[in-house]
C-alpha cells in the first residue's frame, strides 16, 4: 500500500510543482479607473478586452452586460442585456467587432461594435466531438488576418476548437486527462505572433504550446495556475492571471517569469479572483475580477 501511495503522488497533476516568482513588475495602479454612470454596479466581472483605439469592454454578470469606457476609464456605452446567460471571455476582433464567450449559455456571439448580434455558434451543451456546439465554454483568440479563430471549450469538453472568419468548423484538440495535449478545465486561449497557441490548462495549474493546427509544442507547469492569458506583440510576452495565487504573472516565450504584481485582497490594487486580462498598446495591465465585481488598471 505504501508503494502504490507513492506511486500515486507521482502522477499527480502539476499543482504540486514549486510555484516560481520573479521581480515585481513596474506598473502602477490607477486608482477608481472605471467610471461607472450613476447608480449602476458591476455584477462579477469575467472578461475584459482592448480594441485597437485602447477603449476597454468589460463582460459581466451584472445588468449590463457589455461596458465600453475609454482609456481614462469614461463610460462611453453598454448593450447586449437578454442575449447572455453568463459571461465569461470577451475579445475585440481585427476589424473591431466584439465577441462574447456565454458560458452558461454554450455558445459565441459576435456583436458589431453597436451591440448588434452578427453570429451566433453554439446551442444546446454539445459533447466532445461537437463540430456546432460547446459545452460550458471559456474565451476566443483570433489570427490577425482574422482568417481563423480558436474557442477554449471549456469546463466540460476539456478542448480547442478552430474554425474560419466564417464560423465554419475547421479542427479541435484536446479531451480530459493531465497528460501532454489533454487538459482539466480549458481556461483561456491566446496567440503569439508566430501564431502558437497558448492554452490555459486551468485545473492542470499549466499553460500548454501548440502549433496553429494542435500539434503539442511544450508546457509550463511551475508559473501558477492560468485563468487569463494576453499576448503583448511589443514585448513579445505573455502576461497571464494567476487566480489560485491572486496575483498577475509576466513570462517570455520561454515561460521565465519576467515580473508578478499584486496578491489576495479586497482593496484596491489586490485582487480576489482574477479572472481575465487585457493588455493596451502602452502596455497598461486590465483585470477583471470575479470576487471584487471590478476591473483594475495598472499603468506604467
Known sequence: MK???ALALLCLPPLWAELKSGPPLPHKLVAGWAKLPKGWN?????GVAVDRNDNVWVFNRGPHPVIQFDKDGNFLQSWGEGTVVSSH???VDPEGNVWGVDVEGHRVLKYSPEGRVLMVIGRSPGTNDSKDSFNRPTGIIFTPSLDFFYVSDGYVNSRVVKFNRDGEYVLQWGHKGTGDGEFNLVHDVALDSRGRVYVADRSNSRVQIFDPDGRYLGKWTDVGQPWGLAYYDRENAIYMCDGLNNRIVKLNLDGEILGVLS??????GKLDFAHNIAIDSNGAIYVAEIKNWRVQ???K
Open 3 to 5: 508503494l502504490a501511495a
Open 42 to 46: 458591476f455584477g462579477e466581472c469575467s
Open 89 to 91: 471571455g470577451i475579445r
Open 263 to 268: 496578491s489576495w485582497g479586497r482593496v484596491s
Open 297 to 299: 488598471k495598472w499603468a
